[in-house]
């Protein structure tokens, strides 16, 4: 049993948290099965359309290695996250729009002592969530990989046509993941512990809230899940709004 184990015998059990209206996080969302199974298809991408680092307008060369699945012209400047594969898979959909369904079904927060009652807010709630979660369709797909030493800085993700929210899945090896505001990299934020198997969402209020990686922790669950170097992966899945939609 590695180190990691033994401490996750003595961790409180971890439950669903509502981080700001529209940003949740869903802790254990994908089991393992699916997390292998999801694993599996990302090596079948990256042999279609082979990652690599992205390389910023300022000349800035980025740790992240980086695919992009789906639209043709996701990106309202331009797509330059690396190769991509021509579509996202209809079972990919299907598994982002049940994401957003299921993150903004009402629930509790990581402060409630209990179910939030019929009569009370929702903690998760904003206004026009529900036209958000049925029209909920992605069209495209980021997945980066991170080694140990590769982090993400502070950004809003904004060059997308549409306001919808983000899906975040998380892979292998834990990652220390910032959530800011809306209008500054800098506090507040809140630093989240996404471990393999978690889901983050975040739309309506917090669809452009800064957010990023600090960094990866070795050895949390990547050569557990089978990668064989260790290391995160992670698939955002999108609604673009670009012509190269559905």
């Known amino acids: 049993m590695s180190d990691y184990e033994v401490a996750e015998l003595f961790t409180v059990p971890r439950s669903r948290r509502v981080l700001a209206p529209g940003a949740v996080h869903l802790p254990n969302w994908l089991d393992h099965g699916q997390q292998q199974e999801l694993v599996t298809v990302c090596r079948e991408w990256v042999r279609a359309a082979p990652m690599k680092h992205q390389v910023m307008p300022g000349g800035g060369r980025m740790s992240v290695q980086s695919v992009m699945l789906g639209t043709r012209e996701p990106y309202r400047y331009g797509a330059a996250a690396g190769p991509r594969l021509p579509e996202l898979p209809e079972w990919l959909m299907a598994l982002g729009t049940r994401a957003v369904a299921e993150a903004y079904a009402p ?21 026009g969530i529900e036209r958000v979660v049925r029209e909920h369709r992605p069209d495209s797909a980021l997945v980066n990989f991170y080694d140990d030493a590769a982090h993400m800085g502070m950004h809003q993700d904004k ?9 975040s899945l998380s892979l292998g090896d834990t990652c220390v993941f910032r959530f800011g505001n809306t209008e500054t990299r800098t506090a507040p934020y809140q630093d989240v512990e996404l471990r393999s198997g978690d889901l983050f969402v975040f739309g309506g209020p917090s669809r452009y809230a800064f957010h990023g ?17 260790g290391g995160r ?13 559905r």
């Open 159 to 167: 060059d997308e046509f549409s306001a919808a929210p983000i899906v």
């Open 107 to 127: 629930g509790t927060d990581d402060d409630a002592a209990g179910p939030v009652a019929a009569s009370g807010p929702d903690p998760v709630a904003f206004d």
């Open 233 to 245: 992966l992670n698939i955002t899945l999108r609604m673009t709004g670009g012509r190269g939609g």
């Open 213 to 229: 990686v600090p960094r990866v922790l070795p050895g949390t669950g990547g050569r557990q899940l089978g990668l064989k170097n």
